[in-house]
């Protein structure tokens, strides 16, 4: 069946880089995206990747995917207070289909 | 994108009342999702809403507990049924633009609590 799951927190240093990673289990997965919900807020696409892909680069934000190992990371460089929030990954097998979620990494930014 | 408005923005509800949740969309969209967040927890479709035909369920939701109408291509409405405090969550409705290739929209949210 499908499964996505990612680690529950994170915690990491302003000005620093954050790493969150995700693992799925179904192969077929065609679009892999991330989310940021921040609190008492709606869901934000952040980015997206195809699974013909291996990275994929906006600004801050670079995803990597390792088909073979079935392993998505979102990296934040330069990570700031206002990037404390969930962060959900999120897959589907074809366009228009059903989103398959992730638990969601909790990212906590230190000043 | 798509803008969503979604209404109520939250409620709180007696136990054994019925809520309808509102969903208006500034663009035709032809899916619709309706999705649960309990307290603490990642996202779970509840169903997928098409104009013009019965909306298709995911395991573990039925019809009875949560009605949905799709009257037309801009707006929809979830119904929680028979509340009971288990359905305290949040509930979102997202709809696919670009056929869901660059990612879905998602309404703010309707934060329920049942009483």
């Known amino acids: 069946g499908e499964d996505v799951e990612q680690s529950l927190f994170l915690s990491v240093r302003e000005g620093d880089s954050s790493v969150i990673n995700c693992t799925y289990t179904?192969?077929?997965?065609?679009?892999l995206y991330w989310y940021k919900q921040e609190p008492g807020a709606g869901l934000q696409l952040l980015t997206y990747i195809f699974s013909n892909m291996d990275m994929k680069q906006d600004q801050r934000l670079t995803v990597l995917l390792n088909k073979k190992d079935k392993h998505l990371s979102l990296r934040i460089a330069d990570t700031q207070t206002g990037d404390s929030a969930i962060y959900f990954c999120?897959?589907?097998?074809?366009?228009?289909?059903?989103?398959?979620f992730g638990g969601g990494t909790r990212v906590l930014v230190k000043p | 994108s798509a803008v969503i408005s979604q209404k109520p923005s939250r409620d709180i509800c007696q136990r054994g009342t019925s809520l309808t949740i509102q969903c208006q969309v500034d663009?035709?969209?032809?899916?619709m999702f309706w999705y649960r967040q309990q307290p603490g927890q990642s996202l779970t479709l509840i169903a997928t809403?098409?104009?013009?035909?019965?909306?298709?369920?995911e395991s573990g939701f039925v019809i009875d507990k949560f009605p949905i109408s799709r009257p037309n291509l801009t707006f929809s409405t979830l119904t929680v049924s028979n509340m009971s405090p288990e359905d305290s969550s949040i509930y979102l409705c997202?709809?696919?633009?670009?056929?869901?290739?660059?990612?879905?929209?998602f309404g703010s949210g309707t934060r329920l609590t049942v009483v």
């Open positions: 999120a897959e589907s097998k074809a366009a228009g289909n059903k989103l398959t």
């Open positions: 809403a098409n104009q013009g035909s019965e909306a298709t369920y």
């Open positions: 997202s709809v696919v633009r670009d056929r869901g290739i660059y990612g879905y929209t």
């Open positions: 179904d192969s077929s997965s065609t679009y």
């Open positions: 663009s035709q969209v032809t899916m």
